[in-house]
């Protein structure tokens, strides 16, 4: 079975720019979550998505957004990159909406992206 | 607010031998969920063990255990016989009930001495 996908795997950009960073859920979950992993740091949480529905925003800026699809994969855009936008994007997928306190989140590998 | 604390950068560990790895944790909320997940080098967290904050005993899956001391906020994760794949960051994490996301530690690298 296929886990978690995400696309690409490495990404250099220069300020300003803007990315794309997509995600696969692994078959049959309908929730995709973003984490933004500084290096060094613990994943900090951007967006929760279930049935298409933005169900949770972390502390980020607008520049931040994403959508889910129809079938449930995802996309997450970051406009005008800055330096401090460089970072591990971490995509997870789990099969229920809110989570819950026992549901556990199944991590793709991540992007890792470069912003110069 | 949750938070998660883990006060160890790093940790060495002589293959074969167990380890304990330290996490507290803050929260207001009576019902939470406590996970540890590894991160190789890869970038992929992998998710490792889970206790209820209902609980009563110790989650243990495997060579993994979770310590939980609920009055002291405490999750530390247990490796026992190590093994030279264990080498890796390992991350601490909290949800709530009435949330719908994860809060890391700032995770601990372990490095398994052969």
């Known amino acids: 079975d296929a886990g978690v996908t995400q696309s690409p795997t490495h990404l250099i950009k220069t300020r300003g720019q803007h990315v794309t960073l997509r995600c696969s859920p692994i078959s049959g979950h309908k929730s995709v979550s973003w984490y933004q992993q500084v290096l060094g740091q613990g994943p900090q949480f951007i967006f929760q998505?279930?049935?298409?529905?933005?169900?949770g925003r972390g502390n980020f800026p607008d520049r931040f957004s994403a959508r889910q699809f129809p079938n449930y994969s995802s996309e997450l855009n970051v406009n005008a990159l800055l330096l401090g936008d460089s970072a591990l994007y971490l995509c997870?997928?789990?099969?229920?909406?809110?989570?819950?306190?026992?549901?556990?989140?199944?991590f793709g590998q991540g992007t890792r992206l470069t912003v110069v | 607010a949750q938070k998660i604390t883990q006060t160890q950068p790093g940790m060495f560990v002589q293959e074969k031998e167990a380890v304990t790895l330290d996490c507290t944790y803050d929260?207001?909320?009576?019902?939470?969920?406590l996970f540890w997940y590894k991160q190789p080098s890869s970038g992929e967290m992998i998710f490792l063990i889970y206790q209820g904050s209902y609980d009563e005993q110790n989650a243990t899956e495997g060579r993994y255990s979770l310590n939980f001391q609920k009055a002291r906020k405490s999750a530390n994760l247990v490796i026992s016989a190590s093994q030279l794949g264990d080498s890796a960051m390992y991350f601490c994490a909290m949800k709530v009930y009435t949330g719908n996301q994860f809060y890391f530690g700032t995770g601990t690298s372990l490095t398994v001495i052969p």
């Open positions: 929260t207001s909320d009576q019902s939470y969920g």
């Open positions: 998505y279930y049935e298409k529905e933005e169900r």
């Open positions: 997870a997928s789990s099969s229920g909406p809110s989570l819950g306190m026992n549901t556990e989140a199944f």
